[in-house]
């Protein structure tokens, strides 16, 4: 998947093109297809803007739980598929997603094209639909506790039926074997002249995610200009090594800074008074980049964008502490440590970073962009 991110990355003004390449190459490309997950269950920066991407899941209840998580089941079930199915080992969906009102949690997987019952995606497709019936352990939930899910392949919209069809085989084949599958469905997207829509197609799409994506919804515009992508890439934020336009360098920047910052915000919110508040560079950078940070090229880069957010944080919350912030920023675990003595005063330092704007204390990088270089 970093791989495929890289090459995307390289060409994204291109991503909407009329032709071939929007048409198959970006809709066909996983990586591409995850973001369009992530836009629609994530609160957007770029909310206002006529080509932004549409929460349309996130207004609907939905909420990003985990990515690329294990998908694991309980013993006795992960004992019959190991010994008597050989199907060992638990997959990785690429997103599992929390649903409103104790409905079925979506486990999303994306595709590039359908596949069939002999597929070398074969394996991977039952390993899903077998342990996708309850995912309450991967979940976190309290033992005992069972929480539905439905397993939902997201591929271009030419593929799904077919797509659909070789899932209803899989699940009679693992009934077979007195396996119960989960409910599965597939959601396919396509490129029209107003930009990428997304709709549930086939199978056993659960509620509210059928009447959501009951009918072709826009949830990528395309922008003014056909041959632009309206935003880059950055719920699953771009390696900083790739080389990108200074222009787009900041604006990536100043997203990511601002995701860190939320992130801390909800750290001190939720701590109870008094207490020295601990906020580590390394573990913000993760949160705010859905861990995708430990994925990049340079090393270096993750340490400079750690310690980048504890200057930024120790900038904005110097002017509501009445103690000096204890700053370790040199080190392997550039963190700031903050002393808070009560409510009032944990109030007021997350007041003073959602207040802030990361954009006023950033500057442009030079013209061989580096992100985090000073």
């Known amino acids: ?32 297809q995850l973001n369009l997950l992530l836009w629609m269950q994530q ?4 909310a206002g803007s006529p080509t932004s991407p549409k929460s349309v899941l996130r207004d609907a209840g939905y909420a990003v739980h985990a990515v690329g998580a294990k998908l694991v089941c309980s013993g006795e079930l992960e004992e019959k598929l190991a010994v008597d199915l050989e199907l060992r080992g638990a997959p990785q969906p690429d997103m599992l997603a929390s649903a409103p009102g104790g409905t079925a ?20 497709a039952l390993k899903i639909l077998a342990r996708s019936r309850d995912v309450a352990l991967v979940a976190g939930a309290q033992p005992g506790r069972e929480i539905l899910g439905a ?31 989960a409910t599965s469905g597939v959601v396919g997207i396509d490129l029209d002249v107003a930009g990428v829509t997304a709709q549930a197609i086939a199978g056993d799409v659960p509620e509210p995610l059928q009447s959501v994506l009951a009918q072709p919804i826009v949830v990528l515009p395309r922008a003014d200009d056909s041959e632009q992508n309206p935003r880059p890439l950055y719920f699953i934020p771009f390696d900083p090594g790739v080389q990108q336009e200074p222009e787009e360098v900041k604006r990536c920047l ?32 993760s949160a705010a980049t859905i861990g995708m940070s430990a994925r990049w090229q340079d090393h270096g880069d993750r340490q400079k964008a750690a310690a980048k957010i504890v200057s930024l944080l120790e900038h ?59």
């Open 1 to 32: 998947m970093h791989a495929a991110l890289v090459a995307l990355l390289e060409h994204y003004n291109a991503l909407l093109a009329d032709g071939l390449t929007g048409r198959f190459g970006v809709l066909a490309d996983p990586t591409f």
């Open 43 to 46: 609160q957007l920066p770029t």
């Open 105 to 124: 949690w979506p486990v999303w997987e994306c595709k590039a094209s359908g596949f069939g019952t002999n597929s070398s995606t074969t394996r991977q």
């Open 151 to 181: 397993a939902i392949w997201l591929t271009r919209a030419d593929d799904a039926n077919a797509l659909n069809e070789t899932l209803d085989d899989l699940a009679a084949q693992l009934a077979e074997d007195d396996v119960a599958a």
């Open 254 to 285: 100043d997203i990511l800074l601002d995701r860190a910052r939320m992130e801390a915000a909800s750290v001190i919110g939720l701590t109870a008074t008094p207490a020295t508040i601990v906020l580590q560079g390394h573990e913000l950078l």
């Open 316 to 374: 904005e919350l110097s002017m509501v502490s009445d103690r000096p912030l204890m700053r370790s920023g040199e080190g392997a675990m550039p963190h700031l440590d903050i002393k808070v003595h009560n409510d009032d005063q944990r109030d007021a330092l997350v007041e003073a970073i959602v207040a802030a704007a990361p954009s006023s204390i950033t500057e442009l990088p030079p013209a061989q962009p580096k992100l985090f270089d000073e």
